[in-house]
């Protein structure tokens, strides 16, 4: 079955430690996104990248780095720069046109000690 | 630049009963709209979408959405909630800005069903 995994369901860290979240898709699809979501606070855009080799930071991008090497994959590293980072972390890929609807993996839990 | 609000932070209604979570979204085209559906510590799944046609939109889960241009909504409707109904549904609108497509999200209504 095609679809979006995230790995791992949950992580915990030590606080100053860099920790790198994995997502991968097998839907062929160009454009991934990272999302960070907290209580009452819907979901904020990190980074997104439309293709290979390419990625945009989104409105929360601090403390946070990513790579775009292959098209499956779309890791997100966050940092020890990154002030507040226990979240519930989602990443999505984009079909195709023309509503472009956004596939979400199942998230991962972040908690930082 | 888009943006979408659902003025319910929490909905609680009564298993059987019907069902409405309002959105409302700026943009000034005509946009891509989407409901999606979250179980707590799960990824989002989308319900329905609209971009064009017919402005009421049948979805999974017996859910439905009615784009209404002159209100700038897209509510969501059931007709009958059932307790697995109980979830965070977010409301979206795509569109493309500078040349790269982010969507909007907006920040959730929490549905609670009572038995």
């Known amino acids: 079955d095609g679809g979006i995994t995230q790995s791992p369901k949950y992580l915990f860290r030590k606080e100053g430690q860099n920790v790198t979240l994995s997502c991968e898709q097998n839907?062929?699809?160009?454009?991934m996104y990272w999302y960070r979501q907290d209580p009452g606070q819907g979901l904020r855009l990190i980074y997104y990248?439309?293709?290979?080799?390419?990625?945009q930071k989104g409105d929360i991008a601090e403390g946070y780095s990513v790579s775009r090497e292959k098209k499956e994959s779309f890791p997100l590293t966050v940092t020890s720069a990154q002030k507040n980072p226990t979240a519930f972390y989602l990443c999505?890929?984009?079909?195709?046109?023309?509503?472009?609807?956004?596939?979400f993996g199942p998230g991962t839990r972040l908690t930082v000690l | 630049a888009q943006s979408v609000t659902q003025p319910d932070i929490h909905i609680t209604v009564s298993e059987g009963a019907s069902l409405e979570l309002r959105c409302n979204y700026s943009?000034?085209?005509?946009?891509?709209l989407f409901w999606y559906v979250q179980s707590p510590g799960q990824g989002l799944q989308l319900l329905l979408k609209?971009?064009?046609?017919?402005?009421l939109v049948q979805g999974i889960k017996g859910f439905e959405a009615e784009f209404k241009r002159s209100q700038s909504s897209f509510n969501l409707r059931k007709p009958s909630v059932h307790w697995s109904d109980a979830a965070e549904y977010f409301c979206?609108?795509?569109?493309?800005?500078?040349?790269?497509?982010?969507?909007?999200f907006g920040r959730g209504t929490s549905l609670i069903v009572h038995p």
């Open positions: 943009y000034g085209a005509t946009p891509y």
């Open positions: 979206a609108v795509g569109a493309r800005t500078g040349g790269s497509y982010i969507p909007t």
């Open positions: 999505a890929s984009r079909g195709l046109a023309p509503y472009n609807e956004q596939f």
């Open positions: 609209y971009f064009s046609g017919d402005t």
């Open positions: 990248s439309q293709i290979v080799n390419d990625f």
């Open positions: 839907l062929n699809h160009d454009a």
